[in-house]
């Protein structure tokens, strides 16, 4: 995403061209550019000058909605209720930790809004910069 970031505004990027400059398998990229492309954060065109590009301007692009893309959600706790249906937890009702992950998930979740692609794709003093403002 950082790699399509940088060159935002340019024509199609082959997964090729990204796998070479990123140092990565083109099966590797390849998996993780269907996952942002079902998430609609890139999309694709096939044929010779085909490739990919991002759905939007990289400003407009989260960390977040790249992690949920790649991983799902930031923070599963296992008490939360989507997640209680696959494991049962015996003290759902008494348990001081749900509390404390539910807070740890919230805290992720507003960082990982706070940072976008742009930020991401800027070089790494400047971002540095940023990082000593978040509180």
């Given at each position: 995403?950082?790699?399509?970031?940088?060159?935002?505004?340019?024509?199609?990027?082959?997964?090729?061209?990204?796998?070479?400059?990123?140092?990565?398998?083109?099966?590797?990229?390849?998996?993780?550019?269907?996952?942002?492309?079902?998430?609609?954060?890139v999309t694709s065109q096939s044929?010779?000058?085909?490739?990919?590009?991002?759905?939007?301007?990289?400003?407009?692009?989260?960390?977040?909605?790249?992690?949920?893309?790649?991983?799902?959600?930031?923070?599963?706790?296992?008490?939360?209720?989507?997640?209680?249906?696959?494991?049962?937890?015996?003290?759902?009702?008494?348990?001081?930790?749900?509390?404390?992950?539910?807070?740890?998930?919230?805290?992720?979740?507003?960082?990982?809004?706070?940072?976008?692609?742009?930020?991401?794709?800027?070089?790494?003093?400047?971002?540095?910069?940023?990082?000593?403002?978040?509180?």
């Amino acid at each position: 995403m950082v790699y399509l970031a940088q060159h935002h505004g340019r024509e199609w990027i082959s997964i090729k061209e990204i796998a070479k400059e990123e140092n990565y398998s083109v099966a590797y990229i390849e998996k993780i550019l269907q996952a942002l492309r079902q998430a609609n954060l890139v999309t694709s065109q096939s044929g010779n000058h085909g490739g990919y590009v991002l759905t939007r301007c990289p400003s407009r692009i989260t960390l977040r909605q790249i992690i949920d893309a790649l991983e799902g959600s930031t923070f599963d706790a296992f008490c939360e209720p989507q997640v209680r249906e696959e494991i049962v937890c015996n003290h759902i009702c008494m348990c001081g930790a749900k509390p404390i992950w539910r807070k740890t998930k919230e805290v992720l979740d507003n960082f990982f809004d706070s940072i976008n692609l742009e930020m991401m794709a800027k070089p790494q003093a400047e971002v540095q910069t940023f990082m000593l403002r978040v509180k």
